[in-house]
Nanobody, 122 residues
């Protein structure tokens, strides 16, 4: 039900804007979390934004470099990723939760996208 886009190959220090959209439902009543996963490792919570877009939270590893925002009129949520580092290489997923306090806990998210790959070039 969620579709991520915007991933790609980028040089260290570069930037991307990842997007999360829903084609069949409205996102404006959901908190949206961004997660990332590297093969062989657990899925890591990156950021959360509440339904109104006025409350956000970030993992320590991305604070100051990543920013999440949303445009409920466009039914979209974004993750702006700046100052990318080699260990940011991962598949990035967005996921939805009815409750903001569940956001960031992968096992509490209600539905997911299939992910978009971000790769840092060497």
């Amino acid at each position: 039900q969620l579709v991520e886009s915007g991933g790609g190959l980028v040089q260290p220090g570069g930037s991307l804007r990842l997007s999360c959209a829903a084609s069949e439902s409205s996102l404006d009543s959901y908190a949206i979390g961004w997660f990332r996963q590297v093969p062989g490792k657990e899925r890591e919570g990156v950021s959360c934004i509440n339904s109104g877009g006025d409350t956000t939270s970030y993992a320590d590893s991305v604070k100051g470099r990543f920013t999440t925002s949303r445009d409920n009129a466009k039914n979209a949520v974004y993750l702006h990723v700046d100052s990318l580092e080699p260990n940011d290489t991962a598949v990035y997923y967005c996921a939805a939760s009815t409750y903001y306090f569940d956001c960031g806990a992968a096992d509490r998210m209600e539905f997911w996208g299939k992910g978009t790959l971000v790769t840092l070039s060497s």
